[in-house]
């Protein structure tokens, strides 16, 4: 049976990866920064589980209480849209680092902690929920936090995709379309159903061949 680990899973686009991949019979270990207050995702009956992905004791802790858990897919879905201000002219400094914290390094610090518990996984996927906004070639300017952010983590998950290949992981980078969320908002063209949807059949689909590429929920190829 596959397992599943998501981050950020008490809401958004997390809570329905678990949902989804709890509906198709595999065993999903959500996690989330407050679980005594994740009531949705209490209520579908998935393992949960403590993680704070800007905290490395957080990180440890949850790898100690997995011990040697096979994970085959890991998805680092939790994400920050930064603070009010993030523009070029006028930025708040400790909103800044946080959404590095949350964005980038946060994908790191989680994959490293649960390495070798993807590492004794079938599949050894390990997916981040990237975005659009963080291609250079795409950018129109503006939410300079968010966008700085997620190219850092393009950048990380394809190093961990060039890197950890001799051990037989592939990394997918994932860009959900713009989805009804709390960070989406309400006018969203797409429904968080219909995003994990899709992702989950790319993420069906990540092999070697196409391990490290930036790409978008329906599968096309982004440009960094
Ligand atoms: N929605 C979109 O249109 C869109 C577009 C492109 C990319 N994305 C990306 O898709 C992913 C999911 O987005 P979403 O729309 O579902 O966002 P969301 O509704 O704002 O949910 C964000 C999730 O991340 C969690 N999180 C934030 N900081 C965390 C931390 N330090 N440790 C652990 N969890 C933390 C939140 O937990 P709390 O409840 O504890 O805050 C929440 O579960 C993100 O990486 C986002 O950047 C979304």
């Known amino acids: 049976m596959t397992t599943v680990l998501i981050t950020g899973a008490n809401r ?12 198709d019979g595999a065993t999903v270990i959500a996690t989330c920064r407050e679980p005594e207050k994740a009531d949705k995702l209490t209520a579908l009956g998935v393992r949960v589980e403590q993680l704070d992905v800007t905290d490395p004791a957080s ?3 949850l790898a100690v209480t997995l011990k040697a858990v096979p994970i085959d897919i890991l998805i680092a879905n939790a994400g ?11 930025a708040d400094w400790a909103g800044f680092l946080q959404t ?10 989680v994959a490293q902690a649960l390495k070798l518990n993807l590492l004794s ?6 997916v981040v929920l990237t975005s659009k906004m963080g291609s250079i070639a795409d950018s129109t300017g503006g ?6 952010s997620k190219a850092a983590l393009n950048m990380i998950a394809h190093n961990l995709a060039l890197e950890w290949k001799k051990h037989g992981i592939k990394v997918a980078i994932l860009h959900p379309g713009w989805v009804k969320t709390d960070m989406g908002g309400s006018s969203a063209p797409l429904s ?14 990540l092999w070697p061949g196409n391990s490290g590429q930036f790409l978008d929920y329906q599968g096309k190829e982004i440009r960094w």
């Open 192 to 205: 968080a159903a219909e995003s994990v949807a899709e992702m989950m059949n790319r993420i069906a689909e």
């Open 80 to 90: 920050y849209y930064g603070p009010e201000l993030q523009d070029a002219d006028d």
């Open 121 to 126: 996984g079938q599949d050894k996927k390990l």
């Open 143 to 148: 939410h300079l936090a968010y966008r700085a």
């Open 100 to 109: 590095y914290r949350v964005n980038s390094l946060g994908p790191l610090l």
């Open 59 to 61: 990180a440890t802790a």
């Open 12 to 23: 958004g686009i997390g809570l329905v990866f678990a949902r989804q991949y709890a509906a």
